[in-house]
């Protein structure tokens, strides 16, 4: 395949050749130099008037072929084009300024890079400086708000934890749904956020067919940094701050109030269970704040970039390191990267691309976490000496305590003060990604362009739970660590075509073929029993330990092509086919065709819109593509095996899953039209409508029980997005000194299951709380009984029961009355209807932004915002607002500012007919607290993700110091978030995990609110 490649490469440049001697024309020979410092400028564009070109080379210097009579246009990214009449002359030189607005109109788009004017796809491009206002390590938790269609859910407030990402709504059901990664134009890598010159979103398939495989959730391409100019120029930024966790509506009930939760629970008998009145000022622990404190995030980051001899160069080492709001959580990350390109001939280009990371993380513990929402207020955790408690915490072990031995009010009979001290759960990781690319300018019209990566990673992680502590059931200890391993390659070959010819006729083309292959290997032991704080396997009891392993090989394919045409810049069309070939599936239905074809149609620059200075610009485009998915586990199409049985004490394997030898590509089909505006030369406008089908689901298909299996692996189903979007930004008032900007963007998504196996529902369950996936209706729709509220005359819970056919005609509803499908209220919650009761996706995101700046003084914000998605609070549910069922744990307070009332005997406060929840009752009022829409909760949300205060020092002061610019900033994420959502933080989990569903909240680890201080620095 290699060779045909090389060949067909070949055979177009020589036949490329007759081309450059069909007129008779001069030499002209030349060189292109920065206006600003002389520097030549390597790799420039010289194009003749003809349609033929070359570049310069490492001196700024060019030799072209020219007709006497004709002109050359000089251009290169970053400056402004200089158009030169040749005269006859053959020495002709050029001086190019650079043009920033230039830069942003160009958008690279991984494969090839287009100028915003001729996009024909959903695309969104910004500069990396744009995203960075957020203080994080993940670029995904950057974007929240900031693309219109992209919602952005940061489920965790874990340091270092990932954002999840979903473009155009969730078209997968089991299968992940996220977006594809993108760096320098191959599929994966590695980068540092403080890294990125460009991100581009490509959100409809004209523009992710290209990359056709995994490309189904949308595609996030980074273009990292690399020299801007020729001389040295160097950024250092620092910023240092602190966190502290949110807490929103949410707040666990203090000894007062769980002093008269129990007055009423125990009829004023409560000797037994509470501490005496007058104790409760000592006796009041506040456990959210002993787990939750303050943390602090520093971020720094220095860059060298410029030219030493004909090399190029871009270098920057970042160090960032969070400590997390939550007790002994933290992530520490050292990333370095070296960008360097250089001519071999003033033809062929080298780059070389080298990422490396580090990091170490200290992850919360789920029993720290859960203990700080429902620990009792009672209970201290420090040791009592002398009637004063100390600072040292307390090992409990049992329902009394040790050192006085009064009671510990708590169900959990643990301290996770004490255990803090001595359990842990970290690890590490490293990452090296690679590439070598080299450029080969065949003709003006021909390029070459062949991109090697190497990447290889590992990481280790052990949990350490220490005989002295109690979170271990048996209390004798836990050990567990794991290690694995990536090393794996990949090449992507690419001839990209250019060539201008008649009037106005423009073509680009590209064609390529990519391989990779790698391979993994992950190990895992597990052991108990050992002497305190002798943390090693080998020290474990020998029937204890317990392992596991795995190591595979992974290799994948692709053809690729690509062409535009465009006339007179009015008229565009692009179309592309992928071929894609993937190891997870079957050697029956192992490839994939992903074919995309879209156009535009520039209306501006129609002879009837020119000089319009009311729409400046207008273009329309339509686009329509297949994309492909297969984000599931290796191997899913084999049968599958399990050695954990004998037979006559020998290991004896037994068939665990059935093979599927037809399982292919998820596939996703995407209509989209769009229009994109300027008005007044001042506010851009995009308007996209998209509709888009995911058909061949990776699922599980139900199977008959004779067959031995309860489902088998296949390709079934079928899930429909469709919506608009909306975005605008613009300048609102301008002057010498005054700059005020403001934009926002919108995205509107009706997600809908059009089919799924044999038309049946399919029930998805975790923790007991189950989502009912449904044809026609929204994918994770929550399935459960109806909340009806509180009785006003006995403070007793209501539910909805629906009425069915069966019933009616057996009379036990009156059939004059009632018809089939009616609900009626019923305080039995037996007879509750399980039914649809919304769901998890929001039907409306978006986001706003807002800039003001004076004299160097610049005020910016933004913010993000969600509606219409239901959130199942679990923790409500199972502990803490279960109207006396779980006594032994603290509840929430109903002081949530969401105006709770609870059901009183006697109404005392006269507000029994606004009650919100039932009367209290010792184990549950008429099982109030059972599973129902009750704790189905509105997280609709708006959020200040961020506000930040800068001040550029004038050029004329910080130019006496050697120094092109200084900015010092005061930066706040999260200042601000306004939510009906009762417990701590509307954003949850968007994916089906092994204990959770998307959208449910259990005892979440919150995001923090952070306020930092930075430099910024150039030379």
């Known amino acids: 395949m290699k060779r045909l490649f090389i060949r067909a490469m070949m055979v177009m440049a020589a036949m490329s050749l007759p081309l450059l001697a069909m007129a008779q024309n001069i030499n002209v020979s030349g060189t292109v130099v920065d206006a600003t410092d002389g520097q030549p400028i390597i790799g420039a564009g010289v194009m003749l008037s003809s349609g033929a070109g070359t570049v310069t080379d490492y001196e700024g210097k060019y030799v072209i072929s020219a007709p006497k009579d004709g002109s050359i246009t000089f251009s290169s990214l970053g400056y402004t084009s200089v158009t030169v009449e040749i005269g006859g002359r053959t020495v002709v030189n050029a001086q190019l300024s650079q043009d920033t607005e230039l830069l942003e109109e160009v958008v690279v788009l991984g494969f090839t890079s287009q100028k915003k004017a001729e996009l024909t796809s959903a695309v969104v491009s910004m500069d990396g400086d744009k995203l960075t206002d957020v203080t994080t390590a993940d670029v995904g938790n950057m974007l929240q708000g900031k693309v219109a269609g992209v919602m ?59 990359y056709g495989a995994a490309a189904a959730g949308g595609v996030i391409v980074v273009t990292t940094k690399s020299a801007r100019q020729d001389k040295v120029q160097v950024n250092f930024k620092a910023s240092a ?145 002398d009637d004063y408690y100390t600072t040292d915490p307390i090992k409990i072990d049992s329902s009394t305590r040790p050192d006085n031995r009064k009671k510990w009010y708590s169900k959990n009979t643990y301290n996770i003060l004490h255990n803090e001290k001595y359990n842990y759960e970290k690890g590490h990781g490293e990452n090296l990604t690679a590439d070598l690319q080299l450029t080969w300018n065949v003709t003006d019209w021909l390029t070459l362009v062949s991109t090697n ?150 209306a501006s620059n129609e002879d009837f819109l020119k000089g319009n200075n009311v729409l400046s610009f207008l273009k329309v485009r339509a686009g329509f593509g297949k994309t492909g998915n297969d984000a599931i586990a290796p191997f899913q199409y084999q049968d599958t095996f399990s050695l954990t049985a004998q037979y006559n004490n020998v290991v004896a394997a037994f068939l665990q899953r059935q093979a599927n030898f037809k ?68 300048s609102v008032f301008r002057n010498r000194d005054w700059n005020v900007t403001m934009g926002f963007n919108l995205g509107l998504n009706q997600n809908r299951v059009v089919e799924l196996p044999d038309h049946a529902d399919m029930p998805l369950t975790r923790a007991e709380v189950t989502q009912l996936v449904r044809e026609g209706q929204q994918i994770y729709s929550w399935y459960m009984p109806k909340w009806m509220g509180v009785n006003v005359e006995n403070g007793k819970p209501q539910w909805e029961h629906i009425i069915t056919q069966e019933e009616l005609d057996a009379d036990l509803y009156d059939a004059d009355q009632y018809k089939a499908g009616d609900g009626i209220i019923t305080s039995s919650y037996g007879d509750a209807t399980s039914q649809l009761v919304g769901s998890a996706t929001p039907w409306l995101t978006g986001g706003l932004n807002l800039g003001v700046s004076w004299k160097g003084i610049t005020l910016s914000a933004n913010g993000s915002f969600m509606v219409g998605n239901k959130i199942f609070n679990r923790t409500r549910w199972t502990i803490m607002d279960t109207d006396g069922a779980q006594q032994q744990y603290n509840q929430q307070s109903l002081n949530t500012g969401l105006g709770w009332i609870r059901w009183k005997d006697g109404d005392p406060d006269g507000t029994n007919y606004m009650a919100t929840h039932p009367e209290a009752k010792r184990g549950g009022n008429s099982q109030a607290h059972e599973l129902s829409s009750r704790y189905l909760e509105d997280g609709s949300f708006f959020r200040l993700r961020n506000v930040t205060l800068s001040y550029d020092f004038p050029t004329s002061l910080i130019s006496k110091i050697k120094m092109s610019g200084a900015r010092v900033f005061v930066s706040a994420d999260n200042l601000l978030t306004l939510t009906r959502f009762s417990d701590m933080d509307p954003e949850v989990n968007l994916e089906v995990g092994s204990y959770s569903l998307p959208g449910m909240y259990a005892d979440i680890y919150p995001v923090p609110m952070s306020v930092v201080l930075g430099i910024d620095i150039k030379f």
Not at 173 to 202: K, M
Not at 317 to 346: C, F, Q, V, W
Not at 546 to 569: F, N
């Open 663 to 730: 399982l292919g590509w998820e596939e996703a089909y995407m209509t989209s039209l769009g229009v994109d505006a300027t008005i007044a030369k001042n506010w851009n406008i995009t308007l996209d409508a998209y509709h888009t089908l995911n058909t061949r689901l990776l699922l599980d298909r139900p199977q008959a029980p004779s067959t031995g299996f309860f489902s088998v692996m296949d390709n079934v189903g079928k899930v429909r997005n469709m919506g608009l979007e909306l975005a605008a930004d613009g």
């Open 152 to 210: 952005v859910m940061n489920s965790t407030g874990q340091p270092g934890a990932s954002a999840d990402i979903r473009i155009r709504g969730t078209g997968s059901i089991t299968a992940g749904a996220g977006p594809l990664y993108v760096v320098d134009g191959v599929a994966g890598g590695s980068f540092n956020p403080n890294d990125i010159e460009t991100l581009t979103v490509l959100k409809d398939a004209s523009a992710t067919a290209l």
């Open 453 to 602: 990566r190497y990447d290889s990673s590992n990481s280790f992680w052990e949990s350490y739970y220490d005989p002295r502590t109690t979170e271990v059931a048996d209390s004798k200890g836990s050990y567990s660590n794991s290690d694995g391993e990536w090393n794996g390659w990949g090449t992507t070959n690419l001839a990209k075509f250019h060539k201008t010819f008649g009037v106005g006729h423009d073509v680009n083309a590209v064609v390529g073929w990519e391989y990779s292959e790698g391979y993994s290997r992950n190990l895992a032991v597990s052991g108990d029993r050992f002497p305190a704080g002798q943390r090693s396997i080998s020290n474990c009891a020998p029937d204890g330990i317990l392992g596991e392993g795995s190591d595979y090989h992974t290799r994948a394919w692709a053809l690729l092509a690509q062409a535009q045409y465009s006339y007179l810049g009015k008229y565009i069309v692009t179309a592309s086919l992928r071929y894609d070939e993937s190891y997870k599936f079957g050697p029956l239905n192992r490839g994939g065709f992903f074919p995309g074809v879209s156009a535009a149609w520039v």
């Open 241 to 385: 701050g602190v966190k502290k966790a949110l807490t929103g509506h949410f707040r666990p009930m203090d000894s007062y109030e769980m002093y008269d939760f129990c007055k009423i629970l125990y009829k004023g008998s409560i000797k037994s269970n509470a501490p005496a009145e007058d104790m409760l000022d000592v006796q009041n622990f506040n456990w959210i704040d002993a787990v939750f404190s303050t943390g602090l995030v520093q971020d720094y980051y220095a860059s060298v970039s410029g030219k030493a001899g004909k090399v190029n160069y871009y270098v920057s080492l970042d160090h960032y390191n969070e400590k997390g709001t939550m007790i002994n959580t933290g992530y520490k990350r050292t990333a370095a990267r070296a960008n360097l390109s250089a001519p071999i001939t003033d033809r062929l280009l080298m780059n070389v691309r080298v990422n490396y990371a580090k990091d170490y993380s200290d992850s919360e513990k789920w029993r720290t976490r859960e203990a700080a929402y429902t620990m009792m207020p009672f209970d201290v955790p420090y040791v009592i000496e």
